[in-house]
DNA sequence: ACGAGACATGTCTACGTTAGAAGGTGCGGC
DNA sequence: GCCGCACCTTCTAACGTAGACATGTCTCGT
């Protein structure tokens, strides 16, 4: 139930309309929490019912434009310092390795250059995303950084395990 | 929908029974691909329903046993060269990063740290893992290993990443 | 004046996952 | 002999996610 605070963390930075808050998920959140038209319509549905953001405007073609309210911020940073994260890690490309054995070694080794391959491609999309952030000094840009970061940390290990696991194939 | 070929993977190394897999799961696969007794149970039915798997030999208590078909096996194999790997990451321990500004310096880095911890832990004991499977040289273990390796390659760059971040927050 | 395309919200269905209760059977130890 | 525990399965309810579908409005260029 994370997509509920994900709205609540991306309402701080002021009012936003469902249709708002999708474009800026696709951009930066779609990583870390990707979410879709309608799961996003439905929880701003209710956060308002809830209390927790409320409509603060009404613009042209329906525009509903929601803050966050005081009640909202309380449960977002009750989550941040309450709450520990689910550490539940799923991954079916993970879980393919398991049963490498299964297909051949020419096969198994090409599984695993794909992975690399992959990181490889995430790596270089993620740095120019950097490049482009580098410069911004806000909150956003600061904790965004550090979340890209991240990604590059996690991308630059899977890739070089790819290589090495490829090699442990014989 | 990758439970399937969880279960067909691991009935590759034998029959077994749905109490079976699920001891083997919270041995082996939970750090990839979690699982509940009633899933496995439910997709077991599935399966044989399928014709994937079948039931080989019933036991006291209302065992049934269940092994891998030929259909099965190439349903599993299929998946493993053809299928890509689905890449979505969900991850509410990057997400309450990015909205880190909404608490003190102070919590945000004890955050950070707790992050940072958590990895160490987890690294310790999947080198505990690591030193128990060393001898064995199936496939089972071979494989095991290399996904072992990648939790281990992950976990180095979690805790790093961590230590990092922490620094960045002034 | 009009049409294309962006803006904007909403509903529905299907599927996979999670959580827990409920209910029965065989086996080993005392 | 019997008691507790491990074994083993089934079912239900709720939740979260994914994607399609339906619907309507405003704006801009021509």
Do not use: C
């Not at 270089?124 to 600061?142: A, C, F, H, P, T």
Request: charged residues 25%; without cysteine; negative net charge.
């Amino acid at each position: 139930m994370s997509l509920r605070h994900a709205v609540l963390g991306l309402l701080t930075k002021g009012p936003a309309s469902g249709y708002d808050l999708l474009k800026v998920f696709d951009v930066s959140l779609s990583n870390v929490w990707p979410a879709t038209q309608s799961q996003l319509y439905a929880e701003l549905g209710r956060l308002a019912e809830a209390g927790l953001v409320s409509v603060s405007a009404e613009g042209p073609r329906g525009r509903k434009e929601y803050s966050i309210t005081g009640e909202g911020l309380a449960e977002l940073r009750h989550w941040m310092t309450d709450v520990e994260p689910a550490r539940v890690m799923r991954s079916d490309m993970l879980l393919r390795v398991f049963f490498l054995g299964q297909i051949d070694p020419g096969q198994a080794r090409d599984y695993l250059r794909r992975q690399g391959e992959f990181a490889t491609g995430q790596l270089e999309r993620m740095e120019g995303i950097r490049d482009l952030v580098e410069k911004g000094q806000d909150d956003l840009s600061v904790y965004g950084r550090i979340a890209l970061d991240y990604g590059l940390r996690l991308g630059q290990a899977q890739r070089e395990w790819a290589e090495w696991a490829e090699k442990q194939i014989r």
